[in-house]
């Protein structure tokens, strides 16, 4: 049996629970669909180790503060899942746990969302799936050829799987130098490669100047002034205290990308070798779009054109919390609640009768 609202989230992580915040404001029907088990998004996911790069009060959705996590500067996931938990509970949230969307077709009027426990028919839908679902891996010469083990960032936990391996890091933003800095410091025999040598920000830079940086970027940009940068004019790496400690101690040496995997470690361009045990791809992620394809709206690296978060050939589609494309700092608990509150208006225009 088909049902029906007015509007339907995908994803029940931090984009989709301040979409859903700010449509409940505005008095819009809808149903958040999430596919996970329990709240908290990707954060129930993470390594160990994983922490903020800004404090509590400057890492919150709209309408309520994160708590201070007692004796900690800047929250660990485990906090934000709780957080992310109390806030579904708190806004009393419609989410729809363990559903997978699979499709949204166009139905005349409607949106059709078909998941694994039937349709819905909508209004308007609002795109929250983020990236951690589509880890990537670059085409590297010799992957497949390598016998050691292979996982990426997702799949990482804590060094204590390492133990006694030899282990290289590839990857030079946030996750690698995070994941490489928890190696270093547990004394794993680690390599740390990077496209080019790694760019700190900062050490006084947390999330509180990267938000304002893609805030004053996407200004500029709407306003035809130039380009500023944002975040990447600061740097790739913020250098949160676990990592600064790793870099200042002089464990965090990166060397230059290497050319090819062997089947027992890799091969630079020079010809040097190192062995290796596992290799840890730290090399990001793309959209987790697969539920739009019949829409027919993917253009280059497989982005949807939009319009602020509005799909620009499908009006009845936003999208939300996918990075700088879907506004400032989207992806960021600060970033996505303005974008948030946008898309909601808009959908609230076209339900306008």
Not at 279 to 292: D, N, S
Not at 296 to 312: C, E, F, N, Q, W
Request: net charge neutral; hydrophobic share 40%; charged share 20%.
């Amino acid at each position: 049996m088909t049902q029906r609202t007015d509007v339907v989230v995908v994803g029940g992580g931090q984009a989709g629970l301040a979409a859903g915040y700010h449509l409940r404001r505005l008095g819009i029907e809808h149903v958040i669909l999430d596919a996970q088990a329990a709240p908290g998004g990707a954060w129930q996911h993470t390594w160990d180790s994983l922490g903020l790069f800004s404090p509590a009060q400057y890492s919150s959705l709209p309408g309520r503060l994160m708590p201070v996590q007692e004796g900690e500067l800047y929250p660990d996931a485990a906090h934000v899942v709780d957080y992310l938990a109390d806030y579904e509970k708190r806004y009393e949230l419609p989410v729809r746990r363990g559903v997978w969307v699979s499709a949204v077709h166009r139905d005349g009027a409607f949106l059709r969302v078909q998941t694994d426990g039937g349709d819905w028919q909508v209004r308007a839908v609002i795109s929250a799936t983020g990236t951690w679902t589509r880890p990537f891996l670059p085409a590297v010469p010799g992957r497949r050829e390598f016998t050691g083990r292979q996982l990426h960032t997702v799949q990482y936990k804590n060094p204590a799987e390492f133990t006694g391996q030899r282990v290289i890091v590839v990857g030079g933003g946030n996750s690698g130098a995070q994941i490489a800095a928890d190696l270093a410091h547990a004394g794993i025999d680690l390599t740390w490669v990077t496209q080019r040598p790694p760019h700190y920000l900062a050490d006084d830079i947390d999330g509180r100047a990267l938000f304002d940086a893609a805030t004053a970027r996407r200004r500029a940009l709407d306003e035809g002034r130039t380009d500023t940068g944002g975040v990447a004019a600061l740097g790739d790496i913020v250098a949160a205290p676990p990592v600064r400690a790793a870099r200042d101690a002089g464990l965090l040496t990166a060397k230059p990308m290497f050319t090819q995997l062997t089947a027992t470690g890799v091969r630079w361009a020079d010809g040097t070798m190192a062995e290796a045990d596992a290799v840890i791809w730290c090399t990001g992620f793309r959209p987790a779009l697969a539920p739009f394809a019949a829409l027919r709206l993917r253009g280059s690296r497989g982005h949807i054109a939009t319009a602020g978060t509005r799909a620009v050939d499908e009006p009845r589609l936003h999208l939300l919390g996918y990075g700088d494309w879907t506004g400032p700092a989207s992806a960021t608990l600060i970033g996505v609640g303005r974008p948030a509150r946008d898309a909601a208006r808009e959908v609230a225009e076209l339900l306008r009768p």
